[in-house]
């Protein structure tokens, strides 16, 4: 929605100076996160930034002038003009969007050039400032025009009728009275304006905003790097085996595709976050900057803690541990930071930040106070089996907008679902193999000596988790059957670690002596409470050692041995220490 509209929700523009954290802020945060991560917030009011609150008392907000052509002057019959939008002032501040603010902002536009008192680059200017793209502008600059003509046409028909009946001289504000200047509903203003329903009750949905917004454009800036420095190639090449090797497993609850990135559904980019630690930290751990290049070892860093970052905050919006709100919204803007300070390190001053210059980054600031309202970010997750878009979209035929067309389209779809929820379970009635939908949590491997050559050879492997066994993971084997075995991979040694991108590799061992023989799989199943996959630290100059990194299906991570040790991932030492 224009400049003044890249976070959702509000009407500001985007200071890509001020509203960051400063130097000392992020340190004093990062600090404090370091030291106890469900610590309350220690910062003071800062006079250098705004610490990402487009709400702040700090002076640092209140130094964008509003912009030239800004109208100065206004109709005196004028409507009342939206609160922070009224004309001749030097400073726009920052406000929170809602669907009456915004039919005010119309409203009070669409007189003003309709008398004839705003040219159209005024209307622009307003408009833009009101977060209206040019597309309304023009539709209103249009609306108006024509409203303003056929007015004229009137008065004029109105004029002449009155001085046939003598009645040359009447009131202005009789005129007034009898043709008002109002820009009605069924105009320019959008029906879901007008609605009972809140404007925040649009959220924003994590299929589209994090991992097709967010997550991609991560994606897309990390290839760009490696493009700019020719290793993007050579990274495919190495990284696209382990991929493979996750593709080949089919976990529904993580599902990836090899680079390059193409046709990627939101499913891949969720799976391909849950790794991307391990995925990107191949290329840390493995490469090293040119000696001859401009980029600096600070910008080196930075990239790896946009990554790191990344993995901390989607586990956390994803998480059924359902962090607190304020946690979450601390996470963000050190995300956010991050892609800061990557931003002005790697990139020429004159180029505007890439969280500046989309809606999706500077959009995350909203999550904290959406998922305190809403509840958690997977509750309206709509990214499962984002191909069946495709069933909604054969109902909506000849799309309308009005409330009546919509309720009866829902209507119509649940029909249709309930229809398609007894034909499953006729079908299960008549075949007992289809009495529970088949989910892939983990994989069943051949054979022992395959379980144990992948596990010699540094290979993602898929596990799960039994009740009361902190220490261990399992891997599955055996030829297909009722019956099944697995083996154990003991974390005993587990903080015996290392760091690389955020996640901890920790020393795992595996022996034949820790396998389970014939188990009844549908009762094992039952007993299974968590599924991972670990993650090999594989370096170019050393034999591989047995570190592994462990990703769990509830967004969880493994960073030390014991219960503890299973928790959701936070700041990495290395990286922020």
């Not at 920790?506 to 009844?520: A, E, N, S």
């Amino acid at each position: 929605m224009g400049t003044y509209g890249k976070r959702s929700l509000w009407c500001a523009n985007i200071d890509q100076v001020k509203l960051p954290y400063c130097q000392s802020c992020f340190d004093q945060e990062v600090n404090c996160l370091l030291e106890r991560q469900n610590g309350p917030l220690d910062l003071s009011n800062c006079g250098r930034c705004c610490q990402w609150n487009m709400e702040s008392s700090s002076p640092a907000l209140r130094k964008k002038p509003s912009p030239e052509n800004y109208p100065t002057t206004c109709d005196v019959a004028s409507p009342v003009p939206p609160v922070e939008r009224a004309v001749g002032l030097r400073f726009l501040k920052p406000v929170r969007l809602s669907f009456s603010w915004m039919v005010s902002a119309l409203r009070f536009a669409s007189h003003n050039v309709q008398m004839k008192r705003w040219n159209k680059k005024t209307l622009q200017a307003y408009l833009n400032c009101c977060a209206k793209t040019d597309k309304i502008v023009n539709m209103v600059w249009t609306k108006c025009q024509s409203n303003a003509a056929a007015l004229e046409v009137r008065s004029n028909y109105q004029e002449d009728d009155n001085e046939i009946d003598g009645e040359s001289n009447i009131d202005e504000s009789k005129k007034s009275d009898q043709h008002p200047i109002v820009l009605n509903s069924q105009d320019t203003i959008p029906k879901v304006w007008l609605a009972c329903i809140v404007m925040s009750a649009w959220i924003d949905a994590g299929m589209h905003h994090i991992f097709h917004g967010v997550v991609a454009d991560v994606i897309h800036y990390v290839g760009a790097f490696m493009k700019h420095h020719t290793k993007e190639t050579p990274f495919h090449r190495s990284i696209n085996p382990h991929l493979k090797e996750v593709q080949s497993l089919w976990l529904s609850w993580c599902r990836v595709k090899t680079f390059p990135k193409t046709q990627w559904l939101a499913e891949d980019e969720l799976g391909f976050t849950r790794i991307i630690p391990f995925i990107y930290g191949q290329f840390f751990v493995n490469e090293s900057i040119p000696s001859k290049c401009n980029t600096t070892q600070e910008s080196w860093l930075y990239l790896q803690r946009v990554v790191s970052m990344l993995h901390v905050m989607v586990c956390m919006l994803m998480s059924p541990r359902d962090p607190n709100v304020s946690i979450i919204d601390r996470h963000v803007k050190i995300f956010l930071s991050c892609c800061h300070q990557y931003s002005t390190s790697y990139y020429d001053s004159n180029t505007i930040p890439f969280w500046a210059s989309t809606g999706n980054f500077p959009s995350l600031l909203n999550l904290g106070e959406q998922i305190g309202q809403y509840g958690p970010l997977r509750w309206y997750w709509e990214g499962t089996r984002e191909r069946f878009i495709q069933s909604v979209k054969k109902v909506l035929i000849s799309m309308r907008k009005t409330d009546s067309y919509f309720a009866r389209k829902m209507i119509i779809m649940q029909k249709l679902n309930v229809m398609e929820w007894l034909k499953e379970a006729l079908k299960k009635n008549n075949d007992q193999e289809l009495q529970r939908d088949y989910e892939r949590m983990y994989y069943r491997y051949e054979s022992f000596s395959v379980v144990k050559s992948k596990f010699e050879r540094g290979v993602i492997m898929s596990g799960f988790v039994l009740p009361n066994r902190d220490d261990w993971i399992f891997i599955a084997f055996g030829e297909r059957g009722a019956k099944m075995r697995f083996v154990g991979i003991s974390l005993a040694q587990f903080d015996q670690a290392e760091r690389n991108c955020g996640f901890v590799y920790g020393k795992c061992t595996m022996d034949k002596m820790h396998m389970v023989k014939d188990v009844d799989q549908k009762e094992l199943d039952k007993k299974m409470i968590h599924y991972c996959l670990t993650l090999p630290n594989l370096k170019d100059d050393e034999n591989f050692d047995h570190r592994y990194a462990i990703v769990y299906d509830d967004w969880d991570v493994r960073v030390s041995r014991g219960a503890a040790g299973k928790k959701l991932p936070s700041l990495c030492h290395i990286l922020f220490g």
